[in-house]
């Protein structure tokens, strides 16, 4: 499966939940599928975009998902366990597995000895192709993305 | 620390009387992700606080530069600080520097 396609069938279930999506094309090709105030694009910080969504998720009753790749969650494998201590049910985390980095050029990851479905609940593995793919950086600026995902959480407190 | 109500960190011997205190605060895996966690918190209307040992401040360094700075997202932090032995003289010479560096305002240093 393109790793495009794969972000469009998730959003196609989307109704009102948070969305956090990592760094690299990931978050480009989100903002490319459905640009909308609640989701939260992570452009940098590279292996947080699940310690975010666990934030949200315990400090709120709000519906979070957060989409990700192989190489980000390995930059923070002990957040899985940490989902795993703190197992909020309004948590679900998509792991976009291409077993690379592939926005710099598909450099092998270790996703192919490890399950990480196994280490952490609501966690849903989705194998997607090695392709580096061509979405255009995203024209918000980092402050407008918090702002206008804050404003869009206390808009609609639950 | 009535002001904060989410707290997480990794714990240091000179903080130990800090988390004993709290009681109620989110033990993480690593000092980065307790900052990512604060992140979440901020977003969903909390006032957090971060709380690590100086050693931890290199592991936030990229949350710093790369996630803090640019989304205008301000975390408190509290930070022990250790000078001694060997392995803590370096980190514990550069601390307030690095905070500078950083142009971090917001924390307070346990020495």
Redesign the interface.
């Known amino acids: 499966m393109k790793r495009i396609d794969a972000i469009k069938k998730i959003m196609k279930n989307i109704r009102d939940e948070l969305v956090i999506s990592s760094t690299g094309m990931i978050s480009r090709e989100l903002y490319a599928v459905k640009d909308r105030p609640r989701n939260f694009y992570v452009l940098g910080s590279m292996g947080n975009a699940l310690g975010i969504g666990l934030g949200i998720a315990i400090n709120s009753r709000h519906k979070v998902v957060v989409i990700s790749g192989d190489g980000e969650v390995f930059m923070s494998l002990g957040t899985l366990a940490l989902h795993k201590k703190l197992n909020p049910k309004n948590l679900k985390h998509y792991i976009l597995d291409n077993n690379c980095h592939s926005s710099t050029g598909g450099q092998p990851t270790c996703s192919d000895v490890v399950d990480f479905s196994k280490l952490a609940p609501n966690t849903k593995v989705i194998k997607v192709n090695e392709e580096k793919g061509d979405a255009p950086r995203i024209p918000i600026l980092p402050k407008q993305i918090a702002r206008r995902f804050k404003n869009a959480i206390s808009s609609n407190r639950s | 620390m009535k002001k904060y109500n989410?707290i997480?960190g990794i714990p240091c011997s000179k903080l130990k009387y800090f988390t004993d205190r709290i009681k109620k605060y989110?033990p993480?895996?690593?000092e980065?992700?307790a900052?990512?966690?604060?992140?979440?918190?901020?977003?969903?209307?909390?006032k957090?606080l971060v709380f690590l040992q100086n050693s931890g401040l290199g592991n936030i360094v990229?949350?710093i530069?790369?996630?803090l700075k640019?989304?205008?997202?301000k975390i408190d932090l509290l930070i022990s600080v250790r000078n001694k032995p060997e392995h803590h003289a370096f980190m514990g010479k550069i601390t307030k520097k690095l905070l500078k560096l950083l142009e971090y305002r917001n924390y307070k240093l346990v020495m």
């Open positions: 989410f997480a989110i993480c895996t690593r980065d992700e900052m990512a966690l604060a992140v979440g918190a901020y977003l969903a209307g909390k957090p990229d949350v530069t790369s996630l640019p989304y205008g997202i």
